[in-house]
């Protein structure tokens, strides 16, 4: 079982940056993927980005250019620097761990990021 806990949500302007963080613990297999989804208001869950082990990185659409995501292995940790915020970057946003031997997920309990124009 991984428990996750993130921090780094928060009320910004558009134009300005947060940065999240997501800290794992628990029983950590080596063949894992972690990253970040996200939940506007009334849409259903988005990928934003998500890092291998081994630092491969994959982005979606909305993230590209102007998000980064970097993990600490040796922390069990995992980071999303965001950038030139929107209003449309407005949900919540859940740490996800991905065991890649049992293709199991786990969820953190989401950080609301809330950007005003």
């Known amino acids: 079982q991984v428990q996750l806990v993130e921090s780094g949500g928060g009320l910004v302007q558009a134009g300005g940056s947060l940065r999240l963080s997501c800290a794992a613990s628990?029983?950590?297999?080596?063949?894992?993927?972690m990253g970040w989804y996200r939940q506007p208001p009334g849409k259903q869950r988005e990928l934003v980005a998500v890092?291998?082990?081994?630092?491969?990185?994959n982005y979606g659409d909305s993230a590209k250019g102007r998000f980064t995501i970097s993990r600490d292995n040796a922390k069990n940790t995992v980071y999303l620097q965001m950038n030139r915020l929107n209003p449309e970057d407005t949900a919540v946003y859940y740490c996800?761990?991905?065991?890649?031997?049992?293709?199991?997920?786990?969820w953190g309990q989401g950080t609301q990021v809330t950007v005003t124009s």
């Open positions: 890092i291998t082990k081994g630092g491969s990185t």
């Open positions: 996800n761990y991905h065991n890649g031997l049992t293709q199991r997920d786990s």
């Open positions: 628990g029983i950590i297999f080596s063949s894992n993927v």
